[in-house]
């Protein structure tokens, strides 16, 4: 009932071509999460399937029907937005019933509705009051409990943590995803930031400049990057993509190694030597920046949250052989 | 550091501007009512003594009282609503994106720059007129019988008059305030189902809210002291069916040369624009706040 299958869909504002002709199927009830740096279209894409911005050419079909004319209401979706364009002079239980009252829904159902809705989201104690009087948090549940009342057949979302502080965005990422193994909809999530799109998505879509660079399951994307931007945007800290003579040994153009696959020990026999510059304690783990390796960049390690390394000590770098990732000069996989 | 002294010092140097303030304000109004207690007229010269409330007897007893007071209330209501009605309709007609949108939101603009009397001028001859106007000549090109306004309709003439002066005051506000509306709103709105009446009534005109009352607020002050358009155009009449409270404080103390009598209409006016103000505050004054 929430299938969502876009077909050479197309997006040009006047000469420029935001989104070239894509294809994309979102399965019924996937958790599927658009990732990119800011301006690559994620946002354009998902408002391309809400229906409020028009496809330049394509087909969207939502639960094997054609939508690609439909207007966004009779879509069946229902949309959180970055700022949770809730209405101001309305209160909470207002808010949450105006859509089904511009559906005409009868009393007794919206009223249902409202409650349920309220406690799924711990909204009771709130309903009377205005958004302005909410903090954050809470004006992301009302909104998201706008959408709930609806029940759509899928839910957009389009960056709805970011205008949270970190603790309760971690807070509402489990919500969210709680919500989504209860009501088990589709969700399709935009958001800028890796983790976000690591720990909630079944399915992520990276894009880079209206272009999918690759689909797949988190780990999937981890374990195998297609292209070095996929392998550079995925995992945190970012991967070490070192080129010159030390790929082309592996016979690449690049090679990426993430930081977590770097084994460091002492400088005796290890393939890399180098001086350890900045090193950030984190408690649980330490990141290594390394330099003087011999390689041109600077290689970052993840160790152990206690290694006794600091800044100017000398340390050698084993690299995982198997989990070495090789690229060619166009930047794809080998 | 607001220490006694600085506070001191700083009292003192504010008190010239303070104080020209006040006598710029309480001079003329303690005059005003000095005078709407003494037997003045300047076709009487002599004595002018001091005979309490007698003006304020005479004015209210006018026979032309009761009509001014009407045709005021009247010529400030109807202005507002014709302004705000067709206020919101011109912003959102304006808020489109269209070609030539800039000279198009000039030209709009444009009557708030045309003095009172030229406008009103204007219409008395240009439209209004029913041998020379053009609202004549469009009548006998149907074959019909030209209106005559400003003697057949008078008062509604002025309210039509001044509704245009003040029409792209009360656009230029409305417009600022429906594009300060945002559009992630009106998008939420779009998803939940809502039409465009539905937009318009449960989204648009809430956020209008306190813009309106703004308009309607400044408008008030400045449409109770109507007086150009009228002097050029009905002069008051026929008889005193344009007449507002202005207009009859005029017609008392210049043209009968009554300074008591006028000064006495002029303290009504000022407890009428009160009355009003304060009843106005009560009813929409909380959209103002936050």
């Known amino acids: ?334 | 550091m607001a220490t006694q002294h600085s506070r001191a010092a700083a009292r003192l140097m504010i008190s010239p501007a303070v104080v020209v303030l006040l006598l710029w304000m309480i001079v003329p109004l303690a005059l005003t009512l000095y005078f709407s207690t003494l037997r003045y007229n300047l076709l009487m010269p002599g004595a002018n003594p001091f005979v309490g409330l007698e003006n304020y007897r005479y004015f209210f007893t006018d026979p032309a009282f009761t009509t001014a007071l009407v045709n005021t209330l009247l010529l400030v209501g109807g202005v507002l609503v014709i302004t705000v009605g067709g206020g919101i309709a011109l912003a959102l007609l304006l808020d489109q994106e269209m070609f030539g949108q800039g000279i198009v939101r000039l030209l709009v603009i444009a009557p708030f720059f045309v003095m009172p009397t030229v406008s009103a001028l204007v219409w008395k001859n240009m439209f209004m007129d029913p041998v020379n106007g053009l609202f004549g000549y469009i009548a006998r090109a149907f074959g019909a019988q030209p209106f005559e306004w400003l003697t057949a309709a008078p008062l509604f003439s002025i309210i039509l008059i001044v509704s245009w002066q003040w029409l792209p005051f009360a656009t230029l506000i409305l417009l600022t305030a429906i594009q300060s509306l945002s559009s992630e709103q009106l998008e939420a709105a779009e998803m939940d189902g809502a039409g465009f009446g539905s937009k318009f009534l449960w989204i648009i005109l809430p956020h209008l809210a306190r813009a309106i009352t703004v308009v309607i607020l400044i408008q008030t002050i400045f449409l109770l002291s109507i007086f150009a358009e009228i002097l050029v155009t009905t002069g008051g009449g026929p008889g005193v069916a344009s007449t507002n409270l202005t207009y009859l404080v005029y017609i008392q103390s210049l043209l009968q040369f009554d300074v008591g009598l006028g000064s006495a209409g002029g303290v009504v006016a000022i407890v009428l624009a009160n009355i009003v103000a304060i009843f106005l505050m009560r009813m929409i004054g909380k959209n103002l706040d936050a």
């Not at chain 1, 911005?53 to 094997?64: C, K, N």
């Not at chain 1, 030597?273 to 003087?292: A, I, N, P």
Request: with cysteine; proline share 6%; aromatic share 6%.
């Open chain 1, 1 to 334: 009932m929430g299938r969502i299958v876009l077909n050479g869909v197309r997006k040009a504002f006047g000469e420029v071509e935001v989104i070239p002709p894509l294809d994309l199927t979102i399965e019924d009830g996937e958790f599927v999460v658009f990732v990119g740096p800011s301006g690559c279209g994620k946002s354009t894409l998902l408002r391309l399937i809400a229906g409020l911005e028009d496809v330049t050419g394509g087909e969207i079909s939502i639960d094997g029907r054609d939508a690609t004319e439909l207007p966004p209401a009779k879509r069946g979706l229902a949309m959180v937005f970055q700022s949770y364009a809730l209405y101001p002079h309305m209160s909470v239980r207002k808010n949450i019933a105006f859509p089904m009252r511009m559906a005409g829904l009868p009393e007794g159902e919206q009223k249902r509705r409202i409650e349920a809705a309220a406690k799924a989201l711990n909204l009771t104690d709130y309903l009377d009051r205005r958004p302005g009087q909410l903090s954050g948090g809470q004006r992301q549940r009302v909104a998201i409990g706008r959408a709930i009342v609806r029940e759509p057949s899928a839910f957009l979302f389009d960056e709805p943590l970011s205008n949270l502080d970190a603790a309760l965005r971690v807070g509402m990422r489990m919500e969210i995803g709680e919500l989504h193994k209860s009501l088990a909809t589709t969700m399709v999530y935009v958001t800028h930031d890796q983790v976000e799109a690591m720990t909630m998505a079944d399915k992520i879509v990276v894009l880079r400049a209206g272009r999918i660079e690759q689909v797949g399951t988190p780990l999937e994307l981890y374990r195998t990057p297609h292209n070095l931007f996929v392998a550079g945007f995925i995992g945190s800290p970012t991967m070490n993509l070192i080129g010159g003579a030390e790929a082309e040994r592996h016979g690449a153009r690049t090679i990426g190694v993430r930081p977590e696959h770097i084994a460091s020990g002492s400088p005796d026999g290890a393939p890399w030597v180098g001086t350890v510059g900045l090193s950030e304690h984190l408690g649980s783990d330490t990141f290594l920046y390394v330099h003087g390796t011999g390689l041109a960049e600077t290689v970052t390690v993840r160790a152990d949250g206690e290694v006794p390394l600091r800044h100017g000590d000398r340390v050698g770098l084993t690299p995982n052989p198997d989990r070495i990732h090789r690229f060619d000069a166009e930047g794809s996989r080998l």
